[in-house]
């Protein structure tokens, strides 16, 4: 039975990429996580950190002897359609490689199911080749608050399967996927996602936006998380003084507040402005620290094992 737990920052920033000599420490590239659970790879959001994730799996795929390569075995968790969450998709290596098995699981939002919008995003002329075209197996489907993703162990098998939340008891070397639709992101909310795992639970919250005494909903969700990461992108002053309310995200108070009330006992900053550097966030870290001590901002490459 496996028990590995890994979580790998492959992209932290939000709206939009920023590379440069500015952001080196942090990252340039948008949303995505990698998770590698009881032998399973979960990947939450596709930013333009994908990009370099599906190269290396894509090298290290092609590393072993053919006779051990098998199928290439993926899932993806988007939180929402925004472009900083998918624009690294048409670049995922993986996708273009028969032997690839991918399954694609989010909300669907503004009335347009999951698979019509990654479609939307490979159409002439804004990119070279359409979504029809793609060598791999695919399965996109969209899901709600009341499914739950259940991940057998991987001795067993490899690929996910939707069921009704709270419908089963799960086993300690199963994984777990279950989440919420937290309405306070502009044009249909996003998708707060919780990974659970022998024991250990992950939870993933970026693109929302706090509320006055914290985010009820989402303490009880992330209730004693080892890991939440929560997205952060605005400096309190930059929040109350500024014309940030209402757009979707979460100041650094905001993130602690959920923090200290859901008892958690690691906080990730997620979801970095693209005009914030490399000392602006460092700067932000050391004042969060200060009032919740384990709290990191994610930079680009952090691996995390629970």
């Known amino acids: ?35 590698r659970a009881g032998g399973h790879l979960i990947v939450l959001d596709a930013g333009t950190g994908i990009i370099a994730l599906g190269d290396e799996l894509l090298k290290a795929y092609f590393s072993l002897p053919e006779a051990e390569r098998g199928r290439l075995y993926c899932t993806i968790l988007l939180t929402h359609m925004h472009h900083d969450h998918i624009q690294g998709y048409p670049f995922f290596a993986p996708l273009y490689l028969p032997q690839t098995k991918v399954h694609v699981y989010g909300p669907r939002m503004m009335r347009e199911d999951l698979a019509s919008v990654l479609s939307g995003a490979m159409v002439a002329p804004y990119f070279p080749v359409d979504a ?32 009704p939340a709270g419908s089963f008891e799960p086993l300690p070397e199963q994984v777990v996927v279950t989440c919420y639709h937290c309405q306070a992101h502009p044009r249909g909310g996003a998708f707060v996602y919780r990974i659970e795992h022998a024991g250990k639970r992950f ?47 979460s100041s650094v108070d905001m993130a602690i507040d959920v923090a200290r009330q859901a008892r958690v006992k690691q906080l990730i900053l997620f979801h970095h402005a693209p005009t914030n550097d490399d000392d602006t966030i460092a700067a932000i870290e050391r004042e969060a620290q200060a009032i919740f001590p384990c709290t990191l901002a994610a930079y680009e490459g952090l691996t995390l094992t629970l």
């Open 1 to 35: 039975m496996s028990t590995s737990f890994l979580i790998r920052f492959r992209g932290v920033r939000g709206s939009y990429p920023a590379p440069g000599p500015h952001t080196t420490r942090f990252g340039g590239n948008t949303a995505c996580v990698e998770v």
């Open 132 to 163: 029809e075209s793609l060598a791999c197996e695919r399965y996109i489907r969209n899901i709600t608050e009341r499914d739950a993703i259940l991940f057998p162990p991987a001795s067993e098998a490899l690929e996910p399967s939707v069921v």
């Open 203 to 249: 939870v993933f919250a970026t693109d929302i936006e706090g509320y006055a005494g914290g985010d009820v909903r989402l303490i009880r969700f992330a209730a004693e998380a080892d890991v939440l990461v929560h997205d952060a992108q605005y400096h309190r002053q930059e929040y109350l003084e500024g014309l940030k309310q209402g757009w979707g995200h």
